[in-house]
């Protein structure tokens, strides 16, 4: 018998659907209804929901780099919101595999060398207890490649809008990138503070372009 994965609650679905190769659905109808998936009209760059499609004013703001554009999935609406919580802060490894289909979906619709996950400070993994990144590659069934390093600093969860757009640099390379596209896979894009640190520093590996996937696209 299958169970939701949030509630537990049984997820069965008809036998003559299991007949042609249905599967039965990770979470119940209760718990799948908040999830809103984005519709657009978006930014082109970072995929905001926007009145008409253009460029959003935080990208427009961005200094020139080679961030070439994120895909989401998802709304950041509260329900989203506590279940990337629980599968980020509270250790629920197996959450990673709701979004498989939709990652490797979109994977394949994009042009890229390497995969690459945000990688973790060492403390921020003791913590957590693996990272949230690599988990979402790994359960979606793709290769990863870590190209880079962080150093400690303070959680993003608890910075202000402008404290995120101004943070300092904490990654740093650790292997070449020369000439490629690198696709990175994770969570939550905000301000998209972080993917533009990213890219910032694999760009100084030799990556020529970088593009995102993440699951939620937060409004703010």
């Known amino acids: 018998m299958s169970r939701c994965l949030l509630c537990e609650s049984e997820t069965a679905i008809q036998s003559w659907a299991a007949f042609f190769g ?42 020139e780099g080679i961030f070439h554009s994120n895909h989401s999935f998802y709304q950041y609406n509260h329900a989203m919101k506590e279940l990337i919580a629980r599968f980020k802060y509270r250790g629920d490894y197996a959450l990673a595999a709701l979004f498989a289909q939709d990652i490797r979906r979109m994977a394949k619709r994009l042009d890229y060398d390497i995969i690459c996950p945000v990688p973790l400070s060492l403390s921020r993994l003791a913590e957590r207890r693996f990272n949230q990144s690599e988990a979402l590659i790994e359960r979606a069934g793709l290769p ?74 937060s409004g703010s």
């Open 22 to 63: 249905a599967k039965d659905p990770l979470l119940c109808e209760n718990c799948s209804a908040p999830l809103k998936k984005l519709t657009g009209p978006f930014c082109k760059i970072c995929c905001r929901e926007m009145k008409e499609a253009g460029i959003c004013p935080d990208c427009a703001a961005w200094e």
């Open 144 to 217: 990863q490649t870590a190209l880079l390093g962080r150093r400690e600093s303070d959680k993003q969860s608890k910075k202000t809008r402008a404290e995120r757009i101004n943070a300092r640099q904490t990654f740093y390379p650790i292997r070449d990138a020369a000439g490629k596209t690198i696709l990175v896979i994770d969570d939550i894009y905000t301000t998209g503070a972080t993917m533009r640190l990213v890219s910032e520093v694999l760009q100084k590996a030799g990556a020529i372009s970088v593009k995102s996937i993440t699951i939620a696209r």
